[in-house]
């Protein structure tokens, strides 16, 4: 099964404005991760949130989680064009470090 | 260092060739991965290796064969690929397995198979 379906598939923003990517998944996690890719390059961790914590803050990203209903929301604030790049969630299941991401929201942020 | 290096950054190969795709890590990880990324898709995990040990297959077509030499290094060997297997191959890395830990990626190795 997949984990991890992001929502929206594609957002475009005006630069300032605030951009929000949800995500759900199917089974239980350890933790649920966020992370950034560049066109054609390598994924950057973004943020991590543990399965018994709702919401976190790291600069001008929040992201909450809801174990009930297997969903998470990244918000990124005052966004800038450089935030312009593919974002995916990526749920952490089971004993070994499977790590599985979901199909991604792709955003671009309109200077 | 907090870098994952692979290489090369592209390989075009035919499907009678025999390639390999490398990475290297220097942070003290002791978890390697291969993920396989299709345009526009997620990446995909392919294998995992904790402690220079194979602990997760994906159930990977055999013309993909993993090698860890050390804990700094992680190999894919390729060997009759098909045009399907075209994509990117991102290596990451991280500090442990069985542990809440965050992934370090590699810029990927992006291969054209004809």
């Known amino acids: 099964s997949q984990q991890g379906e992001e929502d929206p598939q594609a957002l475009s923003i005006q630069e300032g404005e605030n951009a929000t990517m949800n995500c759900s998944y199917k089974?239980?996690?350890?933790?649920l991760q966020w992370y950034r890719q560049n066109s054609g390059r390598g994924l950057v961790h973004l943020i991590l949130?543990?399965?018994?914590?709702r919401e976190k803050h790291s600069g001008r990203l929040r992201v909450t989680l809801d174990t009930s209903k297997k969903s998470s929301s990244l918000l990124i604030t005052a966004s800038r064009a450089a935030d312009t790049a593919s974002y995916f969630c990526?749920?952490?299941?089971?004993?070994?470090?499977?790590?599985?991401f979901g199909i991604g929201t792709k955003l671009q942020v309109i200077p | 260092d907090t870098e994952v290096t692979q290489t090369p950054k592209h390989l075009v190969m035919g499907m009678t060739n025999k390639k390999s795709l490398k990475c290297e890590q220097h942070?003290?990880?002791?978890?390697m991965y291969w993920y396989k990324q299709k345009a526009k898709k997620p990446p995909e995990l392919m294998f995992v290796?904790?402690?220079?040990?194979?602990?997760i297959n994906e159930s990977v077509p055999s013309r993909f064969s993993p090698e860890c030499p050390n804990s700094s290094l992680l190999n894919l060997h390729l060997h009759a690929l098909q045009p399907e297997d075209s994509a990117l191959y991102l290596c990451?890395?991280?500090?442990?397995?069985?542990?809440?830990?965050?992934?370090?990626f590699g810029s990927g190795t992006q291969l054209s198979v004809l």
């Open positions: 089974t239980s996690i350890n933790n």
């Open positions: 949130i543990r399965s018994n914590e």
């Open positions: 290796y904790s402690y220079e040990k194979l602990s």
């Open positions: 990451a890395s991280s500090q442990d397995t069985g542990r809440q830990e965050k992934l370090f």
């Open positions: 942070m003290g990880h002791r978890a």
């Open positions: 990526a749920s952490h299941s089971g004993g070994y470090q499977k790590v599985t």
